[in-house]
Structures are given as structure tokens and as C-alpha cells.
């Protein structure tokens, strides 16, 4: 990237602070948001259940048909509804799930499974055991965990991870979105998949995705883990603008995006860390290569997390909860898991020292002993 382009988005970085804790325009922007949907659905009525409509589709509708395929190209027969990259199929078996999936995404909306309409959003499922829900930060899809870390969960849950709006295979669910309907279709997701209750577990992000699900939908929720998040506006501590400007940075044209993640990558973590794990960096960098969110669901998320308001309604919460966060977190300052467990009636704080932003990589033990307790 030259010169000005990293001046620029700087200058963009700093005039974003101001939402970080002015709840008013935080309140505008969720309502332009809602706006925008409701017009967006009057135009286009199938963007409302990504349906394909009686004679000639539409962009939307051709749109998520394309992303069906794809997705069907790797899809784990065995790992449920949800869609896994497990490597190629063969060629009948990718036209016999294209089929499959078609059928399910543009014709009947609803399906057999519990009689529930088929969620907007890609998921993954995996394991056995009781529901646990895994809800990813901004930009990541259900793809970006550290796989030895899943592995030793799959022997004791049945692991759900959500490609939220815009990343993954659900890079063509409907937008504008706020924060709520990440944790509507969380909600839909698990009642499709069988689950009326399961342990929720939400990093940055995601983090915020949970707690939403939480005061939304408590009964559902059976236990909930924060991890490296925030509360909303306006009682979160924000970043400086450096740490905005690695969020929404992009590769230099023609830049190699592999070495690009890995670089942006290792300055989320705690000193040290990605020198002595250069593997699980990788391992960052390759996942997302496999699926990279486009610049305009970049944005859809910023929107989203910029709307996101309403921090006293932590207080109604009456589950256990346990937040987590690392004292050298360069992206959300270690303040706000401290507030975050004061605003949450009776929950747990657990503070990682010298843990970064990754979490689940930099400290996947202690996450696992939070999930047993």
C-alpha cells in the first residue's frame, strides 16, 4: 500500500472514533441501517428470503444460487446441513448436492428439518455432545478457528460455527444488517439444527453477536463466554486509530494476500507469540484465503458494530457467564472485559496475561477449562 492510500484510511480511522461512544449517532446509524433493508426488500423482494422468484431470477437470487455451488463443491456429507471444507467431491456428487441445495435455498423455504424456514446464513457442524455455539470476530468467517482447538471440542460438543453476513458462504446474505440480526439468524441456525439450548461462545465480534443472542433470547442461551469484546456503545473503551486502521486496511494491489494476512495477523497477537507459533499464523492466513470477504461486507460489518447500542440492557442478563480477555489485546483494550463483567450481573472475569487478541489460539486451554466449569 503507498503512501497516501495508508494516510487516507488513517484520517478514515480517526473520524470513526467518535461512534465508538456517542450512543445518538450510534442510534442514527442502526436506523439508516433499518431503512435501507426495509427499501432494499421493496425493490427486491427475494432478497428477503434469498428465494428464487417465478420466472427470470434476480441478481441477488443468481447471486446466492452461485454461492450454493460453490459451496457445494466441498460439502462433508456427514457434518449435517451446515457446510464444511473437507476437499473436493467428485462430479456426481457435486451435481447431486447442487441440486440438493438448490432445491432447499430457492424453492420451498421451509424444510422437514423441525419445519423451520432454512436459516440465511452458511454454518458448520461438527462433534458430538451438547450444542456449543462458535460466533467469529469482524471480517472471519466459521472457517477462521485453530483446528487442533476444534478437534478437542468435537470429542465433547456438537461444534456450530456461523459464517456471519458477508463472510464465508454467506457472503450473499441479505445486507445492510445490525448486530440483532447476526443474533437472529445465530438463533435460527441452532433451532435448525435441532438444539433449543447451548453454550454460547462469541470472540471480539462475535463477542457481541453473544451478547445480543443472550438479551435477546435467554432462554436459549445455557452458559456464555465473552472473549477479547466489548459492551455497546456507549460503555466500551475504544481503540486508538492505529488499531481501526489494521482492522480495515486492505492487501496493495497485486500484493501476495497470504503473506499480507500473515503479516496483519501477527500484530493482533501478544509480544512474542506469532515468532513462536508461526504455524498457527499460517494456519490464520491459509484459512482465510479459502474465502475472502469482499470490501463492501468489510463495511457491512463496520456499520453493524458501529450501530450496536444499549449497554444497560447487560443488566437484565441472569446467565452464567464467564468473560475473558488479554491484557495486551491491541484491538479492544483489556477495560472493556472489565466493564463488560461488571455490567453482567455475577459473571466471572478472567484476565490472560500477555495474551493478545487470538484468544483461542494464544490461550485454547484456558478457553476449554472455562467451557468445562
Not at 170 to 194: E, K, N, Q
Not at 306 to 323: F, K, Q, S
Request: hydrophobic letters at 40%.
Amino acid at each position: 500500500m503507498n503512501q497516501p492510500s495508508v494516510s487516507k484510511m488513517q484520517r478514515l480511522a480517526k473520524a470513526l472514533l467518535p461512534y465508538s461512544t456517542n450512543e445518538p449517532l450510534a442510534i442514527a446509524t442502526e436506523i439508516g441501517i433499518r431503512n435501507q433493508a426495509i427499501l432494499r426488500t421493496i425493490v427486491d423482494p427475494s432478497i428477503k428470503l434469498g428465494m428464487k422468484v417465478i420466472g427470470r431470477e434476480t441478481t441477488a437470487a443468481r447471486r446466492r444460487r452461485r454461492e450454493i455451488d460453490e459451496a457445494a463443491q466441498f460439502r462433508d456429507p456427514q457434518s449435517g446441513s451446515g457446510l464444511r471444507v473437507v476437499g473436493r467431491e467428485p462430479g456426481a456428487a457435486r451435481r447431486r448436492l447442487r441440486k440438493v441445495d438448490e432445491a432447499a435455498q430457492f424453492g420451498d423455504p421451509t424444510d422437514n428439518r423441525r419445519g423451520t424456514r432454512r436459516p440465511v446464513v452458511n454454518w458448520h457442524e461438527s462433534g458430538h455432545g451438547p450444542a456449543l455455539l462458535l460466533l467469529n470476530g469482524f471480517t472471519a468467517s466459521g472457517l477462521i478457528w485453530p483446528q487442533s482447538w476444534l478437534r478437542r471440542l468435537e470429542e465433547h460438543y456438537r461444534v456450530i460455527r456461523i459464517d456471519n453476513r458477508g463472510t464465508g458462504w454467506s457472503r450473499c446474505a441479505p445486507s445492510p444488517f445490525t448486530i440483532a440480526d447476526l443474533a437472529d439468524d445465530a438463533r435460527d441456525v441452532l433451532h435448525y439444527c435441532g438444539f433449543d439450548q447451548a453454550t454460547v461462545l462469541g470472540v471480539s465480534m462475535g463477542g457481541m453477536i453473544a451478547q445480543e443472542f443472550a438479551i435477546r433470547h435467554p432462554g436459549i442461551v445455557e452458559k456464555l463466554v465473552l472473549v477479547g469484546t466489548r459492551p455497546p456503545t456507549p460503555a466500551q473503551i475504544a481503540p486508538d486509530a492505529d488499531a481501526y486502521h489494521l482492522l480495515m486496511q486492505q492487501p496493495p494491489r497485486g500484493a501476495d494476500l497470504r503473506e499480507f494476512f500473515t503479516a496483519t495477523w501477527a500484530q493482533t497477537v501478544g509480544e512474542g507469540f506469532a515468532a513462536d507459533h508461526p504455524d498457527l499464523i499460517a494456519e490464520i492466513a491459509e484459512q482465510l484465503t479459502r474465502r475472502i470477504t469482499p470490501r463492501g461486507c468489510v463495511l457491512d460489518q463496520a456499520r453493524a458494530i458501529a450501530a450496536w447500542h444499549g449497554a444497560n440492557r447487560l443488566r437484565r442478563l441472569r446467565i452464567h457467564t464467564t468473560v475473558v480477555h488479554g491484557n495486551r489485546d491491541p484491538l479492544m483494550p483489556v477495560g472493556n472485559g472489565m466493564r463488560l463483567a461488571r455490567l453482567i450481573p455475577n459473571a466471572t472475569y478472567i484476565e490472560l496475561p500477555g495474551v493478545g487478541h487470538l484468544v483461542p489460539h494464544e490461550a485454547g486451554d484456558t478457553l476449554l477449562r472455562v467451557l468445562d466449569a
